[in-house]
C-alpha cells in the first residue's frame, strides 16, 4: 500500500456551473430535503450540543421551506459565487472500516456500499459563499437567535473568557461565548474580514440545509461523502493514503503540539486555513479531512448492517446529524477523527467554531 497513488486530480476533476434557477424548483417539487428532528443531548466528548428543543429549529426549517420555494429568480442574478463542482463517478466502495479506532463512533463493520455518480463541492463552503447567501435571503443562521454558540476557548480573547462561567463538562475547553457567530467566529470583536476564504463556521445543520436549498443542492449524505473521501482509493485511513504525512508534508489542517494547551500550528495554521489550501485528493476535494467538521445528510447511529447496500441514506429517524472529518483542533490524542472511517454527531440546533459543511448535488447530471 504506497501513499504515492493518489489518483489523478487533473483528469476526475470536471468543474461544472450550475443553473441555479431550476435546480432549488426540481428539488421542491420533489419533495428533497430532511424531515425536521427532534433536538437530543447525546455528547461525543469531543464537541458541544445545544440542550434540547426550544422550538427554534422549527421555524429555520420553515425559512428553508419558504427559500427553497421563493428563491427561483434571485438565484439567477449574475456575481453571485461561482460553484466548483468535480463529478464523482458512479462506483462502489468499502464503508467504514474493520480496524475501528474509536470504538462507541461506530466505524465498523467494513461494508461495500455502491452509488450512482453525482457533483460535489470541491471545497468547504466559505465565508464568501455563506456572505452571497445571507445578503440574498437576509437568512439570520441559529446562533444568531440562540444568542451563543460554541467557542474553543484557545481561541478566545481573555477579555471574552472572564465573561463565561460555564463549560462543557466532558470537554472544558468547549465554552458558550455571546455574541459568537459565523460572522463574528471567536465572538464580538472578532471578525471574517480577513477570512473570508475560510470555512464558514457556527452554522447548524438546520442553517446548512437552508444554504444549500437556497444553492439548488443538498448535504451529502454520509456515504457519499465517505466515498469522495476515499478519492478513489480503497481503505485507507486519509484521502491520500495510510500516511499522515508523506515525505514529512502536511495533508490537512490539524493540530500540532499538545492539545488543548499547546498548538504549534506546524501545518500554518492554528486555526482554521483558506477551503484551498493543502493538496487536494484523488477526486479534486480540497481539506476533506480536518479544517471544519462537516455535516451529512444522516441521522446518526452507531450499528450498521455488514450488508451491501444501495446508495444508503442512513437511518429513518434520528436526534443528531452525522458529521464527517474531523477539524483543525483534531489531534491523535483525543480526537483521531480526521480519517475518512471517522464520524462524530451533533444535535441539528448545534453550532461551533469548527464546524461547516459542503454541498453536494445528484441532479447535475441531468443538466449537463
Ligand atoms: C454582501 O453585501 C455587502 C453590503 O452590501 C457587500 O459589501 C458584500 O461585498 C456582499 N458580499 C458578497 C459575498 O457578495
Ligand atoms: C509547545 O510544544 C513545542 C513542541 O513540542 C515546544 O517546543 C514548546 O516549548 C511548547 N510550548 C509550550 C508553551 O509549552
Ligand atoms: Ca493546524
Ligand atoms: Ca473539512
Known sequence: VTDAARGPAAKMAAPARLCRCLLPLLLAAMGAGAAAGTPGTAGCGCSANRAAG???????????????????????LPGLFAVQMVLIPAGVFTMGTQEPQIQQDGEGPARRVHLGSFYMDQYEVSNRDFESFVNATGYVTEAEKFGDSFVFEGMLSEAVKADIHQAVAAAPWWLPVKGASWRHPEG???SISSRMDHPVLHVSWNDALAFCRWAGKRLPTEAE???????????????????LQPKGQHYANIWQGEFPTNNTAEDGYRGTAPVSAFPPNGYGLYNMVGNAWEWTSDWWAVHHSPQELHNPQGPPSGTDRVKKGGSYMCHKSYC?????????QNTPDSSASNLGFRYHSAFANFFF
Open 54 to 76: 426550544d422550538g427554534r429549529e422549527e421555524a429555520a426549517q420553515r425559512f428553508s421551506a419558504a427559500a427553497a420555494a421563493g428563491s427561483g429568480v434571485s438565484l439567477c
Open 336 to 344: 483521531y477523527r480526521y480519517r475518512c472511517a471517522a464520524r462524530s
Open 225 to 243: 461523502w465517505e466515498y469522495g473521501c476515499r478519492g478513489g482509493l480503497e481503505s485507507r485511513l486519509f484521502p491520500w493514503g495510510n500516511k
Open 188 to 190: 464580538p470583536g472578532s
